[in-house]
């Protein structure tokens, strides 16, 4: 089974934007909001705005690619995905242990994950 691309770019960005929104602007915070959470179109939000379609596209654009670049410096996102495969494999490992080593074990991998 594909995934639609669109989906994907839609959960990316929404995960990065999980990430990295306090480093945006209030206008790049509230068009991704508006568009990718909201699921408002281009012409719904430069309505509101009373802007061009144009110019939220490149707003939506613009903070998009700064997400990106966020992403490529810090590797927040990347590191948020390592830990939660790690705990995937941890949970598998643990699968015949007693439950509640396993559960203790697990709360506290939780816990060190929500440390960041």
Do not use: W
């Amino acid at each position: 089974m594909t995934v639609d691309p669109m989906l994907e770019k839609t959960n990316r960005i929404n995960l990065l934007f999980d990430f990295y929104q306090p480093l945006l602007t209030d206008k790049q915070r509230t068009f991704l909001e508006l568009y990718f959470h909201d699921d408002y179109s281009l012409g719904e939000i430069a309505e509101n705005f009373t802007i061009s379609r144009q110019a939220v596209y490149e707003h939506i654009k613009r903070a998009e690619l700064t997400l990106q670049e966020y992403e490529s410096k810090l590797q927040l996102v990347h590191k948020h995905e390592q830990r939660m495969k790690l705990r995937q494999d941890l949970v598998v490992e643990l699968q015949d242990c007693d439950p509640g080593l396993k559960r203790k074990m697990t709360e506290l991998f939780d816990t060190i994950v929500g440390i960041d």
